[in-house]
Structure formats: C-alpha cells, structure tokens
C-alpha cells in the first residue's frame, strides 16, 4: 500500500500529524508513506521513521512570485514530482482548499481514492468546499484534540482503528545530555504570548536548583527579548543561535525538559517525550495541550497563569 500524507503546515500541527505515520505501519507493515509539507518543515519530517519520501512544497514563497519564471519552473518540478508515482490513498490531513487542491493533483492508483474530513471540529482548522474537491470525506466529533483527529482520520480513511498513546517516532541526535530547561517562549500569535518579567522570574528559579537555560531564537525580536533574560541571569543562560529545525530538536533533546508557550517548539516537546509544561493563555489547550503522559502539563486557559501556576506545574513534571 502507497500512501500520501498532505500536511502542509504549521509547525505545531505538523509534528502532531506524526503519530499517524506509526498507526498506519502498524496496521499495513509494507506500507510505503510518502509526505508532502511546506518547504521549511521538510529537514524535521526527513526525521519521522516511516516516511519514505518528503515533498516539499513552497506554496508561502511561490504566493509572493507567483508569475515569475523561477516560481513556474518550480512548481513543475513539484507537480512532477508529486505525480511519479500513484497512490493507493492520498489523505489531506489539514481540510484546506491549499492542500485539498494538491492532495486532488495527485495521482492514484486504480481503485485509489482521496480523502479529507466532511466536517469542521472546534477549534480547529476547516473549509466546507474541501468537501467536492475530494472523493472521500469523513465525519469527524465536533470537539475532539488535534492529534485524535488527525489518528481517527487516518484509521476511518484506511479502515482501521488506532489505539494507546501516540508515537512519534521522531528520531533526535542529541548531544551530550545537559541540565538545562529550554523555554519556547517564541509565537506567532500574540494571544500566545507570556509576559518578559515572569519568564525572566521563572528562569530565575530555575537557575536557583542548578539549571542553565536555553533560549531559542528565530528573529531579531525574540533575539532582543532572550538578550535581556540571559543579561539578568548573569552567566547561566545560552542564548541559541539560529538554526534549522533539525539541529533545534537535537538541542532540545539534550536539555533536561521544556517550559513554553503553546508553539511548534511546545509539540516538539512532546514528540521528543520531555518533561514538559505548556503555557496557555487561552482556552485551547483540550485541543492542542499534552495528554497522556504524568511528565507533560498544560497550564492556564482562560487566562495567562502567573508564575507560581508555572512553577508548580514544573515541579510536578521534573
């Protein structure tokens, strides 16, 4: 059985799409799963055991150039690509026109089929005419977590029934292991965020029980809030430079757990099976937090949580 996988992004969503790869190998052990995902996200799916071949579409970047040359000439190369092989199912997993209209381009084998969701759930990502662009649509519960929903589309598309936790199976080459804690204090939304003074009061704890803190980047305004912490924690701080996704879950796996935001950096977390505390600052987290795992917690929801909500969580987990 060839099976494709149409997750495009974001880098939150992506990483929870990842258990879907281990429930189809477990039910269809020759299964060949092919994946196409944004061009950014492609280094870390490389990473996800299982995956036979990754994709990468550049549809944000081609969106900026959309008539010039170089964007025609790539996506033929993608189209061609995406359809040198059939597919005995291609399934969108993010029940968008973008990815219905790529999941639709590809080809399938006789008596293949397409597929996608035949109804929004809450909270989560959904647009109605993905229902006549594919053969397939599935129902799905009105209120369920991403990762269930990404798992019960899979096993209704393919005719199983998916059981236990989820499994990553993401494979990270940490270095020597450290005693740090990494805080993914990095969003794109600002309904996300957690205030400058409690992370710095937050880290301060932590370098008060013999931690050193991590502190990813990926722009210049992360770069200057992360510049002040590890100013103000005097020499118990590493600023990260930038790097690609790859080398940041190889960092991550080296640190003693994670503290963050509810970001992609958070759902690596989870993947990797760190301890972990993910901050909420609005009601989402039965549809995007951790579960199932004693060392992995969601704090706040309808509100920010202050420090000591943070803190407790954290001494919990660790």
């Not at 199983?160 to 990095?186: K, M, N, Q, W």
């Not at 600052?281 to 000591?308: F, I, M, N, T, Y």
Request: proline share 6%; aromatic share 8%; with cysteine.
């Amino acid at each position: 059985m060839k099976v494709l996988i149409v997750k495009l992004s974001s880098l939150g969503d992506v990483v929870q799409t990842m258990p879907v790869v281990h429930d189809v190998q477990q039910h269809f052990a020759a299964a060949e799963i092919d994946w196409v995902v944004e061009e950014a996200f492609a280094p870390l799916v490389q990473r996800q055991a299982g995956v036979r071949r990754v994709l990468p579409i550049a549809e944000r970047r081609w969106r900026k150039s959309r008539w010039s040359a170089a964007t025609q000439r790539e996506r033929a190369a993608f189209d061609a690509a995406l359809r040198s092989e059939a597919y005995d199912a291609v399934i969108d997993f993010q029940g968008l026109i973008k990815s219905a209209l790529v999941a639709r381009r590809a080809r399938r084998t006789t008596g293949g089929f397409s597929a996608t969701y035949a109804n929004a759930s809450d909270a989560c990502s959904y647009e109605w005419p993905v229902r006549y662009l594919l053969q397939r649509t599935l129902p799905m519960p009105r209120r369920i977590h991403a990762v269930a929903r990404y798992r019960l589309l899979a096993a209704r598309a393919l005719g199983f029934e998916s059981h236990g936790a989820p499994v990553y199976d993401l494979h990270a080459t940490p270095t020597e292991p450290l005693r740090s804690v990494v805080l993914a204090h990095g969003t794109t939304r600002a309904d996300n965020e957690w205030p400058e003074d409690q992370w710095l009061a937050l880290a301060e704890r932590l370098v008060s029980q013999g931690f050193r803190i991590g502190l990813p980047q990926s722009n210049d305004t992360e770069l200057a809030l992360v510049t002040r912490i590890a100013h103000n924690l005097r020499g118990h701080a590493d600023v990260w430079p930038r790097m690609a996704l790859p080398q940041v879950l190889d960092a991550m796996a080296a640190s003693s757990g994670v503290i963050g935001v509810d970001s992609g950096l958070s759902h690596l977390a989870v993947a990797l099976n760190l301890p972990h505390v993910q901050i909420f600052s609005q009601p989402r987290a039965w549809r995007a937090g951790p579960v199932g795992q004693p060392h992995q917690l969601a704090v706040g929801g309808e509100s920010a949580p202050d420090v000591e909500a943070v803190w407790a969580a954290w001494q919990a987990v660790a």
